[in-house]
């Protein structure tokens, strides 16, 4: 299986700050990256997929980049509402495999 | 507006079975796959099953063949996942997502979460 290394584990950061996620395969993935978006007791929400395509409603503050087997999601000017984990996950190759996750909260 | 909505869940002794079902609604079911994405507490996320919008192909992960089946009834478009042989490593929220196709899947749509659990 391919394995999805995600970091920092965990984040701290304050309103308007830039934060950034990474996440590293194992093996090359082809740009076939998404990323979630799980608040605390809710189900996860789909913000990127294909590495760097937003999905619908999701604001533009939240971009993602990468080739290969090196990703990131980038969110700009942080918000309250951004109090989140977050995981990668790839599907190029069978089967699907997430990251372990980044807790994000405020300082 | 899309909705998934997920019933089934609950506590089962290991060994026993237990069906899951989820409703779907709000964009035209036979349209897409479907799968099954599970959430141990307080841990990450691990696809378990997927569909096809016809109900001819399924897939699941190795830790679940020959014990768990996925399948669909486009007629009441709703999902199912009848799990057998339960396990105390199989406890865990189940999630309905909607699948789209990359080289495997992603999932854009998800459920609230029925809760499994599996323990005598």
């Known amino acids: 299986d391919i394995q999805m290394t995600q970091s920092p584990a965990s984040l701290s950061a304050s309103l308007g700050e830039t934060v950034t996620i990474e996440c590293r395969a194992s093996e090359d993935i082809y740009s076939n990256l998404a990323w979630y978006q799980q608040k605390p007791g809710n189900s996860p929400q789909l913000l990127i997929y294909d590495a760097n395509s937003l999905a619908d409603g999701v604001p533009s503050r939240f971009s993602g980049s990468g080739s290969g087997t090196q990703y990131s999601l980038k969110i700009n000017s942080l918000q309250s509402e951004d109090v989140a984990s977050y995981f990668c996950q790839q599907y190029n190759n069978y089967p699907d495999t997430f990251g372990a996750g980044t807790k994000l909260e405020l300082k | 507006e899309v909705q998934l909505v997920e019933s089934g869940g609950g506590l089962v002794q290991p060994g026993r079975s237990m069906k899951l079902s989820c409703a779907a609604s709000g964009f035209t079911f036979s349209n897409y796959g479907m799968a099954w994405v599970r959430q141990a507490p307080t841990k990450g996320l691990e696809w378990v099953a997927t569909?096809?919008?016809?109900?001819?192909?399924?897939y699941y992960r190795d830790s679940v063949k020959g014990r768990f089946t996925i399948s669909r009834d486009n007629a009441k478009s709703t999902l199912y996942l009848q799990m057998n042989s339960l396990r105390s490593e199989d406890t865990a929220t189940y999630y309905c997502t909607r699948a789209r196709t990359g080289a495997y899947w992603y999932f854009d749509f998800w459920g609230p979460g029925t809760m499994v659990t599996v323990s005598s």
């Open positions: 569909i096809s919008y016809d109900g001819s192909s399924t």
